[in-house]
């Protein structure tokens, strides 16, 4: 007897059966996704699977996004071939992961994602121990027990995000009412939330950052475990959540998200120094929505953002505490804002690792917080140089707006970057600094030698 079969039989047996889901079919015609988003590419995989006696459909983000008037860009196919299947269809094909095993078959720049259809882990045995590992506390160490499309279905985060398109009909097939979900704009998990969060603490960030950018709401019994869940995130790699920061903040919907963060508890391990019951100084929480609104506006006008920015706006609040604390003990200015750094950035990579790449370029951005007030006609020549100069400029601008600094010395920066070497000259001396020019270099007589005429 097939080993599926007995685990389902050993369910029914313990009570551990299924909810029962009805299916149901939208026909092309009753629905508005827009096929013709769907490229050759994906096409192409769909039809391969589908001839070679698979079955294989769109799914995911791709469906939700099309059908609430989204251009979807990424398109996800489920299939009931196996990794090793995919992989013996398709010569451009990779299989990557081990908590999530799956296929990457790529055309030039196009990278499609096939996932094989999984199922429950609840009846799985030891000897599935290479395919389904969970912790103690319910943490989903390993996902590569094997299914049907119904249990695919169930398996999936949430109701929106459970949706198959089959491309031979068009048809969209739907187990869990996500299609009156997303009519109704709203964000509900599958299964017993406070469970599905403990397989993946990081669903409860996936919440938020779909109601942010989807402008759902949250179901009320997906949003109630949320709060005192939070702290689940620690057993997250900090490597892991810094990519969930990225699709937070960086894909446009920045803004919202905060507020939700805020809301749900979760700001408190993500970002602790920034959390509202930290950042008590009104004008850090101010350069953040500032800061976020900007970002978002950036990406609408496809101009480029970068992730260490909006990171020095964030942990400013923290800094500014830690440098205040070490200046009162008696540390110089200078020394006390380098400690300050290195403090901040340690304590801030126990919850989101920052790579150097980043962490580099916010720190050269504080630190000339400090020049941007100590203004002379060669200092101001050399900061003007800096390769962060504008992303420091700004931050200091952002600074001025959210109320922390008064205004003005964003301005003298605006007309010294506008200004000639004439009017730069000028607006030094209106400071009472005369630009210092460069001193002649003398060879120290004493530690010249003679020319010895040795060839």
Same mark, same amino acid.
């Given at each position: 007897m097939p080993k599926r079969l007995i685990q389902k039989i050993k369910g029914l047996i313990t009570g551990n059966s299924k909810p029962a889901y009805v299916r149901r079919e939208i026909p092309r015609g009753e629905h508005h996704f827009p096929e013709e988003d769907i490229g050759r590419s994906v096409l192409s995989v769909l039809d391969t699977l589908t001839k070679a006696g698979y079955e294989a459909y769109l799914v995911?983000?791709?469906?939700?996004?099309?059908?609430?008037?989204?251009?979807?860009?990424?398109?996800?196919v489920?299939?009931?071939?196996?990794?090793?299947?995919?992989?013996?269809?398709?010569?451009?094909?990779?299989?990557?992961?081990?908590?999530? %095993?799956?296929?990457?078959?790529?055309?030039? %720049?196009?990278v499609i994602e096939v996932a094989t259809f999984r199922a429950s882990h609840q009846n799985v045995t030891e000897d599935d121990s290479d395919d389904s590992h969970q912790t103690d506390e319910g943490l989903l160490l390993r996902d590569n027990v094997f299914g049907t499309l119904d249990e695919d279905a169930v398996r999936r985060d949430f109701t929106a995000n459970a949706l198959y398109y089959r491309h031979t009909d068009g048809a969209i097939l739907?187990?869990?009412?996500?299609?009156?979900?997303?009519?109704?704009?709203?964000?509900?998990?599958?299964?017993?939330?406070?469970?599905?969060?403990?397989?993946?603490?990081? %669903?409860?960030?996936?919440?938020?950052?779909?109601?942010?950018?989807?402008?759902?709401? /949250?179901?009320? &019994?997906? &949003?109630a475990p949320i709060p005192k869940l939070a702290d689940l995130l620690g057993v997250i790699p900090p490597a892991r959540l810094f990519e969930e920061f990225l699709k937070m903040f960086l894909s446009g919907h920045a803004e919202p998200?905060?507020?939700?963060?805020?809301?749900?508890?979760?700001?408190?391990?993500?970002?602790?120094?920034?959390?509202?019951?930290?950042?008590?100084?009104?004008?850090?929480?101010?350069?953040?929505?500032?800061?976020? %609104?900007?970002?978002? /506006?950036?990406?609408?006008?496809?101009?480029?953002?970068?992730?260490?920015?909006? /990171?020095?706006v964030l942990l400013w609040g923290p800094l500014?505490?830690?440098?205040?604390?070490?200046?009162?003990?008696?540390?110089?200015?200078?020394?006390?804002?380098?400690?300050?750094?290195?403090?901040?950035?340690?304590?801030?990579?126990?919850?989101?690792?920052?790579?150097k790449r980043f962490s580099l370029p916010m720190r050269e951005i504080w630190e000339l917080q400090v020049r941007l007030g100590q203004r002379s006609g060669r200092r101001c020549e050399q900061t003007i140089q800096h390769p962060r100069f504008r992303a420091a400029y700004d931050l200091l601008l952002l600074r001025e707006e959210a109320g922390e600094l008064p205004k003005g010395l964003?301005?003298?920066?605006?007309?010294?970057?506008?200004?000639? &070497?004439?009017g730069r000259e000028e607006l030094c001396q209106n400071l009472g600094q005369k630009p210092q020019k460069k001193r002649r270099r003398y060879n120290n007589r004493r530690n010249r030698r003679p020319n010895s005429g040795a060839g």
């Open positions: 995911g983000g791709s469906i939700r996004d099309g059908l609430i008037g989204m251009h979807p860009k990424d398109f996800d489920a299939t009931s071939a196996t990794p090793e299947e995919i992989r013996g269809l398709f010569r451009n094909c990779r299989l990557i992961g081990r908590r999530f %095993r799956l296929a990457h078959v790529r055309f030039g %720049r196009d739907d187990f869990v009412n996500g299609y009156d979900d997303i009519r109704h704009k709203r964000l509900r998990l599958i299964g017993e939330p406070e469970q599905r969060y403990r397989e993946d603490p990081v %669903r409860m960030l996936r919440a938020v950052r779909f109601a942010a950018k989807l402008d759902f709401q /949250l179901d009320p &019994a997906t &949003a998200v905060w507020p939700l963060l805020n809301q749900n508890k979760l700001t408190r391990w993500l970002f602790p120094g920034a959390a509202p019951e930290n950042n008590t100084t009104p004008a850090a929480d101010a350069m953040i929505q500032l800061a976020l %609104r900007n970002t978002d /506006l950036r990406i609408a006008d496809g101009k480029p953002v970068t992730p260490y920015f909006l /990171l020095a500014q505490r830690q440098w205040a604390t070490y200046c009162a003990d008696g540390i110089p200015v200078a020394p006390a804002l380098q400690k300050a750094i290195q403090q901040v950035i340690h304590d801030q990579s126990r919850h989101i690792s920052i790579p964003g301005d003298w920066w605006t007309q010294y970057q506008e200004a000639d &070497a004439a």
